[in-house]
């Protein structure tokens, strides 16, 4: 996507791309190679700060790409730690992500798309608009503006990466997984895909891709209910995505992976958390090997959800536990400045 300009970003072409394009230019291709590192190892924002190229060559890049540009704008930190960023795209979008730091961890949740075209009714994100795409450079940025904010607030280096922010990673595959390879690639961050989990509502056929590409990174999944009715009153993509499609999904991507599958369930006051949800749940959770992160509701302007009872949060884990599931309760960081799971809306502090 062109922002602004009718100039090409020149973090669109991969590396043999632009060695195309500088031989086609009777320049070396070594010097392709230059800006490549540049604009993703040393994540220069000017061709005038790529020193090791002469004058005549950066003047003639300015000329000819732009680069884009990921600045914070706002930056909030919790009583518990943690960090919400918004960040304004070049075309002037705003878009969140956050650090979540804890002792053992540093981990940066991410955005993929500016907005969301979904329509969970626990999610902030979903009374928002969807505006667009995330571009793969845009996705990386955000991990390189959290990472160095972990290095300067804790002086620890960031060890995980979820994308669980704004949007579905699935409905921009193409740039996500674009993303994801340069975090990985030692000529990028150099990051493991073991560290890097993708959360997804439930799209079938793009589980069944996953599995299709044989992905490396982690898959997490936003169940919330595991019997139709409840699940498609709260999510709607639920209606085109039964539990029994994404069942058969899962196997797929479990067969072709071997990797285990990660559902998040918000327990809901007297919604999903009965015993009998809890059933539910651990009959779904047959179908692969997976682990469930039970997390707490967080409240959103215009919902009528409530966080469920301790007691009724530990008969549900206990359910659970009882049929050898593991099941970890997730409080959630950042509550104080809307930056727990289900809050982000891309608005900085003037705008609430």
């Known amino acids: 996507m062109l922002l602004k300009t009718d100039k090409p970003n020149v973090r669109s072409f991969d590396k043999e791309e632009l ?27 000017s061709f005038e700060q790529m020193t090791n190229l002469s004058k005549d060559l950066r003047g003639f890049l300015d000329e000819n790409f732009m680069i884009t540009e990921l600045k914070t704008t706002d930056c ?13 795209l070049t075309d002037g979008k705003n878009i969140e992500g956050v650090l979540i730091p804890t002792e053992k961890r540093m981990t940066a949740c991410i955005s993929s798309q500016a907005g969301c075209s979904l329509d969970c009714t626990f999610c902030a994100t ?19 503006a959290i990472k160095q904010q972990a290095e300067d607030l804790y002086n620890k280096p ?41 959360s997804t509502s439930g799209i079938s056929k793009m589980i069944h891709k996953l599995g299709d590409d044989e992905v490396k990174f982690k898959l997490a999944l936003s169940l919330h209910a595991a019997d139709n009715e409840k699940r ?10 039964p539990l029994e499609d994404l069942a058969d999904a899962l196997k797929h991507y479990y067969s072709k992976t071997g990797n285990a ?32 992160n039970i997390i707490e509701y967080n409240p959103i302007d ?28 997730r409080r959630s960081r950042g509550k104080d400045i809307d930056a727990a799971c289900g809050q982000l809306a891309g608005k900085n502090k003037a705008e609430k």
């Open 19 to 45: 060695r195309s394009y500088f031989k086609e230019r009777n320049e070396k291709a070594f010097r392709a190679d230059q800006v490549y590192q540049w604009v993703w190892q040393k994540h220069a924002k």
């Open 76 to 88: 909030q930190r919790s009583s518990d730690g943690t960090v919400k960023s918004v960040f304004s």
């Open 126 to 144: 979903a009374q928002l608009k969807m505006m667009r795409n995330l571009n793969s450079d845009e996705i990386y940025d955000q991990v390189v």
């Open 158 to 198: 960031l060890t995980n990466i979820v994308l669980m922010g704004m949007g579905e990673p699935l409905l921009n595959y193409k740039n996500v997984s674009g993303a994801i390879e340069r975090i990985n690639s030692e000529e990028g961050l150099n990051m493991a895909y073991k560290r890097i989990t993708l």
């Open 232 to 241: 498609s009153k709260i999510m709607s993509i639920n209606n085109k995505n």
């Open 261 to 292: 599958v990660t559902y998040e369930y918000i327990v809901f006051k007297d919604f999903n958390d009965s015993i009998q949800d809890a059933k539910n749940l651990a009959a779904f959770c047959k179908h692969v090997p997976c682990k469930i």
């Open 302 to 329: 215009g919902s009528n959800f409530e966080q469920t009872t301790d007691e009724r949060l530990s008969a549900f884990v206990g359910i659970l536990e009882s049929r050898g599931i593991v099941a970890k309760v």
